[in-house]
Structure formats: C-alpha cells, structure tokens
C-alpha cells in the first residue's frame, strides 16, 4: 500500500488531574512518509512528548485516529501495543533509560527477549546493532561505565535492534554536550541515509537543522510544517 | 513465552544475588517455617518408627481385659474393679480364648541388695505371663503354677534390675529384698534392650496371689487379664464372646453399660493413629501459619520492590513486554526466592532434625523421606508465587509512561 508510515486525524489528549482536565493537544493532523526525518520542535509544555508517546503507542489518544504502517492503533489492545512497540517502534529517551544491572550486550539484546529469540542470536543480533553505533568493543560493560553520550549510542542501538519501521527520539540530545550531540545526530543522518525513518523532538535550531521537515508545536496544536509550508509556496508559485 | 521464562529465571537469579542480605531476610520466614517443619517432620518420623517397633514387642495377639472407670466414678470413690472369678470364666467357659493371664502391679517399694537399690516395675503374674508376652528366661527358670499357689516369695528379674543390684552374673539363688520382703531369684530374663528411650528390662515378676498378699487389699485388687484368641481371624468373635460372658459374671442390666473394655492390639494402634493424626494437624497448623508469615514476608518486599523498579518496568514496557511478561517475571522472581529459602530450610532443618534425634539417647536416627523434602520446597515456591500474586499484578499494570517518569 502507498499510504504514509503515520497518519494522524483529530488526536486529542486529555489529561485528568482531580476535577479539572488538561488538554495536551488540541486536535492533531499529521502525516510521516517512509524515510522521512523529521524535527518535532515547539517550547516546553507545548505537548511534544505527549506526540511522542502516542507515536510510539507508549500512549493512547483520547479521540482521533492513528494509523501507523495501515493498522488502526487505537483498535488494538494492550498486548497488541506492546507487540507493536516490540516490532514497528525503536524508542530514545532523553535520559537513556537503560537497564543499570544489565550489561551492554543485555541492554541491547532486551527487546529481542519478548520476541522469543534464543540467547545466542538474540547476542548476535545485539552485538551488530552496538557495532553499527560504534560501540563494538564495549559490550560487556556495564552503563554506568559508559559516558553520557556512549550511553544514548547504546540506546539507539537498542531502538535499532529490532529492525523497527519508526525510530522515535525525545531530545536525544537534552542531556549531552554539544559535541557529543552532534556525535549522536551525525548516527542519526546515517541512519536516515540508510533508509530509517526518523521523528525526534528536540528545542534546538542547530539539531532540527540536521532534519529535512520541522514540525512546530505550540499549546497542543501543530502550528508550522515546513512540508506543508513547501506545498503552500508551491501553490503559490 | 519459554524464552520470556528463561529470561525470568536469570534476571531473578542475577536480583536475587545482587540483593543478597535483602533477598536472605525476605525470604527468612519461609526459610524458618519449613526448617521448623522438616525437623519436627523428622522427630514424629522418628517417633513413629520406635512405636511400631515396640508394638512389635508387645507380642502380636494377645487382648487385654480392664475394669472401665469414668471420671465419675473414680471422684466418687466407687472405683472398680475385675472380678477374681472372671479369670476362670475366660480360662474355662468362654470358647476361642487360648491363654489367661492376671496381671497386677505391685508396688512394694525399692529393690535392694546389699547397699545397690533399684526401682524396677514389680508385676505379679502367673505362669501364663510367659506365653502370651512371649518372653522368656535367658537364665534359671520362669514361675510356675506352684509358685503362685504356695504363694512363694520367689522373683524373676529383667537384666537392668541385675545390673543395677550389682548381682554376679548368675544371679540364680541369690535373694534380694523388694521393699521389705525378701524374694529368692530364680530366673533372669532375656534382655530386650531400649525402645524409644526406655530401658525395657526395668521390671521384676511375682508370682500373683504373692503380690495380692503383699499389696495388702485383698478383697479387691486392680488387675488386668491379658489373653490371647486361638485362632487368629476370630478376634472379633472371640471379644464379643467375651464381652457377654463379662455382662454376665458383672450381673449387668441390659441397658447398663461395660464397666470393663477390651482392648486390642490394633486398638491400641488406633489410638496411637489418633495421636500422630492430631499432630499431623498440630504440625499443619505450624506449616500453614509459618508459611503464611513467610509468604508475607515476600509479599511486602516484593511491594517495595515493584515501587523501587517502576522505571526499570517502564523500561521493558517500552521495549515491548507486555503485561504477562512483567507477570511471569515477577512472579518467577517471588517463587524462586522462595524456593531458596524453603531449601535452605529444609537443610537446616534436617540438621536439627538430626541433631535432636542425636541429643536423645537411643532415639533412632531420624529420616525425611526424600518425596517430603522434594514436596516441602515444591510448596515453598507455590507459596511464594502466590503471594507474588499481589506484587506482579502491581509492577503488570503500571502505566508504562507514568512508569518511566518515576524517579
Ligand atoms: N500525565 C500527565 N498528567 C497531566 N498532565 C500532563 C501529563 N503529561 C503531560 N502533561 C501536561 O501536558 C502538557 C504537555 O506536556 P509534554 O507533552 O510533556 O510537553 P513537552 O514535551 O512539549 O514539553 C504539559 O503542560 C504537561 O504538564
Ligand atoms: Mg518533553
């Protein structure tokens, strides 16, 4: 099918807090193509993790309608999403979330364990992926052995491990100093060159300069996208 | 899902060892309770085996025949007693019966000999005595008819009242004193050695109508009659015979009840079975409450421990796991810190086990089949799933966003 990777129509989150709900995003339409690389920008607040989260089926919107690689996700149950996150999705957090006992190689190799591969190809399959973030030589290591930027490498390879159609990113880069920000966006321009799909939310001109398409957020809504911004001046050429 | 398990097992495995202390007193009070339980188990074991062994001494067939008295009776002084005539009426009148035998204690004080003392339990018996205890004498000769009737102050010892008189060897001939009569010893019996703790050679035999004058109430003695049936598969027969006949001879009204009862071997069996199935309960108690508080144990620090990995359980939702796996997880690590305490316990409970037995002389060694140790820690790791219940169902539902933002 020629449809996009993601379709959203309508989302709408609320949160409930006591009495009163709080609307994170305020009806929101959105299409990702395969392959796209895509800034989510916006000031904090304004409801780009909460997208984020909903993308990544760590979430369910309150009303609206995702469709992501043509299966309705908001039919699906609890199992399901979790299938979904184990197969379609690869996802970096800005504070790494790695597992503190377990060592690289396991960090890796985890999502793989609920898929019911077998040790060794589940170790195999890890130990590729933490080659091709670079760290090959450290997968024996414990994370808190690891610099902060060698940690979110690890989680990259861990979002990567399963092959996912949609790799999702928090600002990656919030935690790491420039230089190793970079590091970590020059993988990610890799990792689009080599066909990934790619959608991280960061604050940061210069790293929403590495995407190809920056979507704004502000107050729940999406209120600039520079694909649409393209078609618009199109039209109007 | 076997690959999910497997994991389990090793992350548990890898928990367990990272918290060692922690897991150690989680898991304190399965590891009590069951060491508790192996040891007793061991004990009533050993218990068990030296009963039947010493009611495999009793001398198989042979039923007893005693006056029946209530609380009521006994308090009200109308204590009774066997009729002298209800031992010809079984010698003679009542069919299937084989040997009769009175039995009476007669407790005539101390024996001594010279400046050694011993306090042996004096019976006064008949000839019969011999046939129906099948036991017999190792040296000189059993009583005889005749030493009843004369009533000769005549006495067969058991092998501890010898030693503990300093006798010679052959004590035949030599005479000793049980209180304050003087009896001539005329036989020494086999030995039995010790069941159960008791020496079994503590004793000295009188002949009966000796002991009845010595004892000094003549008209009513406290005796018991031991017999034995003929043939074997007629017990039942035989009592019944022997209860109407008893009726009889007590001039008892129909709807008057025994004032005697007959007591049987297996009966006596019976009530030893009504002891150890009322400390199997007892026992169950012990287990069920220990394990109770053990389970409970577990359960509180597996609640911490959820709390204390929400992230790390966030983390593997996001990963993927669903709510079965945290379960499975969960509930494996809850099981086997369980299981390790429950075989913990159960080695050191058959220490105690053994090591008790050991501290009572001739208490035989004490034995847990394997099947109830295997048992024992399989209910350990049930216990221990069930009350990881609670807990895995907590750490299964957490909110996998609200998980990963805990701190
Ligand atoms: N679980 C929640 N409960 C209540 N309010 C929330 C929750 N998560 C986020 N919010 C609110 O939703 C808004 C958007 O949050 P978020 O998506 O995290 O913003 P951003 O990532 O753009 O900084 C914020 O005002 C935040 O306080
Ligand atoms: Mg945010």
């Given at each position: 099918m020629s449809r996009a990777l993601i379709e959203l129509s309508g989302i709408v989150k609320r949160y409930r807090m006591g009495d009163t709900e709080f609307e994170a995003l305020r009806g929101v339409d959105l299409q990702i193509q395969r392959n796209e690389y895509v800034a989510l920008v916006g000031p904090?607040?304004?409801?780009k993790s909460t997208l984020m989260n909903l993308l990544g089926c760590l979430d369910t919107p309150t009303t609206g309608r995702y469709t992501l690689n043509n299966r309705?996700?908001?039919?699906?149950?609890d199992d399901e999403l979790a299938a979904i996150r184990n197969q379609e999705i690869g996802f970096v957090f800005q504070s790494f979330h790695?597992?503190?006992?377990?060592?690289v190689l396991g960090n890796v190799a985890q999502p793989l364990v609920y898929r019911g591969i077998p040790l060794k190809e589940r170790e195999r399959q890890a130990a590729e992926s933490l080659r091709r973030v670079?760290?090959?030589?450290?997968?024996?290591?414990?994370?808190?052995?690891?610099s902060g930027g060698q940690r979110q490498r690890v989680a990259v390879a861990r979002a990567l491990v399963g092959n996912p159609s949609l790799l999702l990113a928090?600002?990656?880069?919030?935690?790491?100093d420039s230089r190793t920000s970079e590091e970590i966006m020059a993988l990610f321009d890799a990792l689009h060159q080599d066909g990934q799909t790619v959608v991280l939310v960061t604050h940061e001109p210069d790293i929403a300069a590495h995407c190809q398409r920056t979507v704004r957020v502000n107050d729940g809504r999406i209120v600039f996208d520079s694909a649409a911004q393209a078609t618009v001046s199109e039209v109007a050429a | 899902m076997i690959i999910v398990m497997i994991e389990s097992l090793r992350a548990a495995m890898a928990n367990i060892l990272a918290n060692r202390l922690r897991s150690f007193l989680t898991t304190l009070g399965i590891l009590i309770g069951t060491a508790a339980v192996v040891a007793v188990v061991a004990l009533m074991q050993g218990f068990a085996q030296s009963i039947s062994a010493q009611f495999a001494d009793l001398g198989g067939g042979s039923l007893k025949v005693e006056a029946l008295n209530t609380r009521e009776n006994r308090l009200s002084g109308d204590y009774r007693y066997l009729k002298d005539s209800d031992l010809d009426l079984l010698r003679?009148?009542?069919?299937?019966?084989?040997h009769v035998a009175p039995i009476m204690a007669a407790p005539l004080g101390t024996a001594s000999h010279r400046a050694e003392t011993a306090t042996p339990f004096v019976l006064g018996i008949t000839a019969e005595y011999q046939m129906i205890e099948r036991r017999f004498t190792r040296l000189g000769r059993f009583l005889v008819p005749a030493d009843n009737d004369t009533r000769r102050r005549v006495v067969v010892i058991g092998d501890k009242v010898r030693e503990d008189l300093k006798l010679?060897?052959?004590?035949?001939g030599s005479y000793i004193q049980l209180g304050r009569e003087w009896f001539k010893v005329v036989g020494v019996m086999e030995s039995r050695g010790e069941v159960f703790g008791f020496n079994q050679d503590n004793y000295a035999l009188i002949p009966f109508e000796t002991a009845r004058a010595l004892t000094g109430?003549?008209?009513k003695v406290d005796f018991e009659i031991n017999f034995t049936i003929s043939?074997?598969?007629e017990v039942e027969a035989v009592k019944a015979r022997v209860t109407r006949a008893l009726r009889i001879n007590h001039n008892l009204k129909f709807d008057e009840e025994d004032d005697f009862e007959i007591q049987s071997p297996d009966q006596i069996a019976k009530t030893f079975e009504k002891i150890t199935s009322m400390g199997t309960l007892v026992l169950g108690g012990i287990v069920g409450i220990s394990l109770l508080v053990g389970g409970i144990g577990i359960m509180t620090v597996m609640l911490v421990s959820v709390t204390e990995r929400t992230r790390e359980i966030g983390i593997l939702k996001a990963l993927g796991a669903t709510r079965r796996d945290i379960l499975v997880q969960f509930l494996i690590e809850a099981g086997l810190l369980s299981l390790i305490g429950g075989l913990i316990g159960i080695a050191i409970g058959y220490g105690l086990g053994h090591g008790v037995a050991a501290l009572i002389?001739?208490?035989?060694p004490a034995s847990v089949p394997l099947w109830a140790s295997l048992g024992a820690a399989a209910f350990c790791a049930v216990v221990g799933v069930v009350f990881g219940i609670m807990p895995a169902s907590k750490a299964a539902n957490l909110d996998p966003i609200e998980a990963l933002r805990y701190e």
């Amino acid at each position: 099918m020629s449809r996009a990777l993601i379709e959203l129509s309508g989302i709408v989150k609320r949160y409930r807090m006591g009495d009163t709900e709080f609307e994170a995003l305020r009806g929101v339409d959105l299409q990702i193509q395969r392959n796209e690389y895509v800034a989510l920008v916006g000031p904090s607040g304004s409801g780009k993790s909460t997208l984020m989260n909903l993308l990544g089926c760590l979430d369910t919107p309150t009303t609206g309608r995702y469709t992501l690689n043509n299966r309705d996700i908001g039919t699906l149950r609890d199992d399901e999403l979790a299938a979904i996150r184990n197969q379609e999705i690869g996802f970096v957090f800005q504070s790494f979330h790695l597992l503190p006992r377990m060592t690289v190689l396991g960090n890796v190799a985890q999502p793989l364990v609920y898929r019911g591969i077998p040790l060794k190809e589940r170790e195999r399959q890890a130990a590729e992926s933490l080659r091709r973030v670079g760290l090959g030589d450290k997968l024996q290591h414990r994370p808190n052995q690891l610099s902060g930027g060698q940690r979110q490498r690890v989680a990259v390879a861990r979002a990567l491990v399963g092959n996912p159609s949609l790799l999702l990113a928090d600002e990656p880069t919030g935690n790491l100093d420039s230089r190793t920000s970079e590091e970590i966006m020059a993988l990610f321009d890799a990792l689009h060159q080599d066909g990934q799909t790619v959608v991280l939310v960061t604050h940061e001109p210069d790293i929403a300069a590495h995407c190809q398409r920056t979507v704004r957020v502000n107050d729940g809504r999406i209120v600039f996208d520079s694909a649409a911004q393209a078609t618009v001046s199109e039209v109007a050429a | 899902m076997i690959i999910v398990m497997i994991e389990s097992l090793r992350a548990a495995m890898a928990n367990i060892l990272a918290n060692r202390l922690r897991s150690f007193l989680t898991t304190l009070g399965i590891l009590i309770g069951t060491a508790a339980v192996v040891a007793v188990v061991a004990l009533m074991q050993g218990f068990a085996q030296s009963i039947s062994a010493q009611f495999a001494d009793l001398g198989g067939g042979s039923l007893k025949v005693e006056a029946l008295n209530t609380r009521e009776n006994r308090l009200s002084g109308d204590y009774r007693y066997l009729k002298d005539s209800d031992l010809d009426l079984l010698r003679y009148r009542v069919e299937g019966v084989g040997h009769v035998a009175p039995i009476m204690a007669a407790p005539l004080g101390t024996a001594s000999h010279r400046a050694e003392t011993a306090t042996p339990f004096v019976l006064g018996i008949t000839a019969e005595y011999q046939m129906i205890e099948r036991r017999f004498t190792r040296l000189g000769r059993f009583l005889v008819p005749a030493d009843n009737d004369t009533r000769r102050r005549v006495v067969v010892i058991g092998d501890k009242v010898r030693e503990d008189l300093k006798l010679p060897d052959n004590p035949v001939g030599s005479y000793i004193q049980l209180g304050r009569e003087w009896f001539k010893v005329v036989g020494v019996m086999e030995s039995r050695g010790e069941v159960f703790g008791f020496n079994q050679d503590n004793y000295a035999l009188i002949p009966f109508e000796t002991a009845r004058a010595l004892t000094g109430n003549k008209a009513k003695v406290d005796f018991e009659i031991n017999f034995t049936i003929s043939q074997l598969d007629e017990v039942e027969a035989v009592k019944a015979r022997v209860t109407r006949a008893l009726r009889i001879n007590h001039n008892l009204k129909f709807d008057e009840e025994d004032d005697f009862e007959i007591q049987s071997p297996d009966q006596i069996a019976k009530t030893f079975e009504k002891i150890t199935s009322m400390g199997t309960l007892v026992l169950g108690g012990i287990v069920g409450i220990s394990l109770l508080v053990g389970g409970i144990g577990i359960m509180t620090v597996m609640l911490v421990s959820v709390t204390e990995r929400t992230r790390e359980i966030g983390i593997l939702k996001a990963l993927g796991a669903t709510r079965r796996d945290i379960l499975v997880q969960f509930l494996i690590e809850a099981g086997l810190l369980s299981l390790i305490g429950g075989l913990i316990g159960i080695a050191i409970g058959y220490g105690l086990g053994h090591g008790v037995a050991a501290l009572i002389p001739n208490f035989p060694p004490a034995s847990v089949p394997l099947w109830a140790s295997l048992g024992a820690a399989a209910f350990c790791a049930v216990v221990g799933v069930v009350f990881g219940i609670m807990p895995a169902s907590k750490a299964a539902n957490l909110d996998p966003i609200e998980a990963l933002r805990y701190e």
